[in-house]
């Protein structure tokens, strides 16, 4: 089964600086993507960025990238000059298939606080 | 915003009641997925539903149970409710149950607690 640990609970960063989360997952399938969301106080899961287990090079997107290291089986998050309005709780997730769908099976989440 | 809308935001039940959550999933979306989130953890996958069906079902009690209406809206239906049911509950949206790389759309979730 898959199954993704995020080893801090939370963070605190002052505006401007880089922040890396975490996140190190355990799998045996040689295909698997990785997700990172976002989720305010509002509660909706905002997707972020995406890794495919074959993908060549880290993604990115905008602010955020991601540091695959396969061999350690690790995909972190790294924010680039946060702001204020990245204040929220962040989950690492991968996907599983489960009977005929797919389902995300989520981390216990990092909380991040962006100081001004 | 993702365009998934979920209903009621928030509500309050007691022990032993019933409850009936909605949720109208991005337009063009033919896939609806629920997810379970306590306070202070990740989201836990409920079930799926995939034209009209139920398609995958994680670790949940049958007293779980969802629908799928031909607009592709859903229900997540709770019965018999205890106090570990009260969570975050969030429907996701998607084109197709296999849905690639971060088609997932959440709503904002309903916020239940059970008394």
Same mark, same amino acid.
Request: hydrophobic share 30%; proline share 4%.
């Given at each position: 089964?898959?199954?993704?640990?995020?080893?801090?609970?939370?963070?605190?960063?002052?505006?401007?600086?880089?922040?890396?989360? &975490?996140?190190?997952?355990?799998?045996?399938?040689?295909?698997?993507?990785?997700?990172?969301?976002?989720?305010?106080?509002?509660?909706?899961?905002?997707?972020?960025?995406?890794?495919?287990?074959? &993908?060549?090079?880290?993604?990115?997107?905008?602010?955020?990238? *991601?540091?695959?290291?396969?061999?350690?089986?690790?995909?972190?998050?790294?924010?680039?000059?946060?702001?204020?309005? &990245?204040?929220?709780?962040?989950?690492?997730?991968?996907? &599983?298939?489960?009977?005929?769908?797919?389902?995300?099976?989520?981390?216990?989440?990092?909380? *991040?606080?962006?100081?001004? | 915003?993702?365009?998934?809308?979920?209903?009621?935001?928030?509500?309050?039940?007691?022990?032993?009641?019933?409850?009936?959550?909605?949720?109208?999933?991005?337009?063009?979306?033919?896939?609806?997925?629920?997810?379970?989130?306590?306070?202070?953890?990740?989201?836990?996958?409920?079930?799926?539903?995939?034209?009209?069906?139920?398609?995958?079902?994680?670790?949940?009690?049958?007293?779980?149970?969802?629908?799928?209406?031909?607009?592709?809206?859903?229900?997540?239906?709770?019965?018999?409710?205890?106090?570990?049911?009260?969570?975050?509950?969030?429907?996701?949206?998607?084109?197709?149950?296999?849905?690639?790389?971060?088609?997932?759309?959440?709503?904002?979730?309903?916020?239940?607690?059970?008394?």
């Amino acid at each position: 089964a898959q199954k993704i640990t995020q080893t801090q609970p939370g963070m605190f960063v002052q505006e401007k600086e880089a922040v890396t989360l &975490d996140c190190t997952y355990d799998t045996s399938d040689p295909s698997y993507g990785l997700f990172w969301y976002k989720q305010p106080s509002s509660g909706e899961m905002i997707f972020l960025i995406y890794q495919g287990s074959y &993908d060549q090079q880290n993604a990115t997107e905008g602010r955020y990238s *991601l540091n695959f290291q396969k061999a350690r089986k690790s995909a972190n998050l790294v924010i680039s000059a946060s702001q204020l309005g &990245d204040s929220a709780m962040y989950f690492c997730a991968m996907r &599983d298939r489960i009977q005929g769908a797919q389902k995300l099976v989520f981390g216990q989440g990092t909380r *991040l606080t962006i100081n001004p | 915003e993702t365009g998934v809308t979920q209903s009621p935001t928030h509500l309050i039940k007691t022990r032993g009641q019933q409850v009936t959550l909605r949720c109208s999933s991005q337009s063009g979306h033919n896939t609806v997925s629920w997810y379970q989130q306590a306070l202070g953890q990740g989201p836990q996958f409920i079930f799926q539903y995939y034209r009209e069906e139920e398609n995958g079902r994680g670790n949940f009690p049958p007293r779980f149970s969802g629908l799928q209406f031909p607009n592709y809206s859903s229900e997540l239906n709770v019965n018999a409710l205890e106090l570990d049911d009260s969570a975050l509950y969030l429907c996701a949206s998607s084109w197709g149950p296999r849905g690639g790389t971060g088609e997932l759309f959440f709503g904002e979730g309903s916020r239940l607690t059970v008394l």
